[in-house]
């Protein structure tokens, strides 16, 4: 349950603001993903991280910018969103080459 | 890019009953399947995951049976519990194919798994 940790683990926020979720991972992994978790719909692949290098960026609209300073962290910026952005923001990490991903509890994003 | 579907989207069993469910994946070069368990509030949690390699893998109650040839694996819990209840959901990944050595997965839709007591 800490190995991955999310903060805050809920936001509001206006269409105008600017916010950052923050993700720390404590278990010495090398990669570390974000997905999005929208109501009705599959968890979706928003970025990926190897080696602190973005190696994949999933079609995600330029209002959301991640930042991965070093292995154990990862950051969302996130600006002038619109209410369908509204959803659960996880955040995963896992030890190249091995496949498996471990989640953090997630921040609850409501965009007014 | 790889789709995966999930079936049934809600199952209700009774307690100590067996629970089953499948999913099918689009994309022949996928070679690692996990399932995750999220409850509420919380984030997914790996419970139990296969390798193309493998055709099954058990771990307690639960396994995990692959069909690489009809693309579909599934997951298998006996003597359901009511613990056991929660949203599952299966995932696919190129695992070793991926070119970093970092993959993402493509999910399913979700199970909403139901233990009647």
């Known amino acids: 349950e800490t190995g991955v940790t999310q903060t805050p683990r809920h936001l509001v926020m206006g269409m105008t603001n600017k916010k950052s979720l923050k993700c720390e991972q404590h278990?010495?992994?090398?990669?570390m993903y974000w997905y999005k978790q929208s109501a009705k719909k599959p968890l979706e692949l928003m970025f990926v991280y190897s080696l602190e290098e973005r190696v994949e960026n999933n079609s995600v609209p330029s209002r959301f910018s991640p930042e991965c300073p070093n292995s154990s962290h990862l950051f969302l910026h996130l600006h002038t969103l619109q209410p369908e952005d509204s959803a659960l923001y996880l955040c995963a990490s896992s030890q190249a080459p091995l496949y498996e991903q471990y989640f953090g509890p997630g921040t609850r994003l409501t965009v007014t | 890019g790889e789709n995966v579907e999930q079936h049934p989207s809600t199952l209700s069993v009774q307690e100590g009953d067996s629970a089953v469910i499948k999913c099918t994946y689009s994309?022949?070069?996928?070679?690692?399947f996990p399932w995750y368990k999220q409850e509420l509030g919380k984030g997914p949690q790996l419970i139990i995951d296969i390798r193309s390699n493998v055709g099954e893998k058990k771990d307690q109650r639960i396994a995990v049976t692959l069909n690489k040839t009809a693309k579909h694996f599934s997951l298998h819990i006996t003597e359901t519990q009511p613990e056991d209840s929660a949203v599952y959901f299966c995932?696919?990944?190129?695992?070793?194919?991926?070119?970093?050595?970092?993959?993402?997965?493509?999910f399913g839709k979700g199970t909403h798994l139901i233990i009647q007591p």
């Open positions: 994309d022949s070069a996928s070679n690692y």
């Open positions: 278990l010495g992994h090398n990669a």
């Open positions: 995932a696919a990944s190129l695992g070793e194919h991926s070119g970093g050595g970092a993959d993402g997965l493509t």
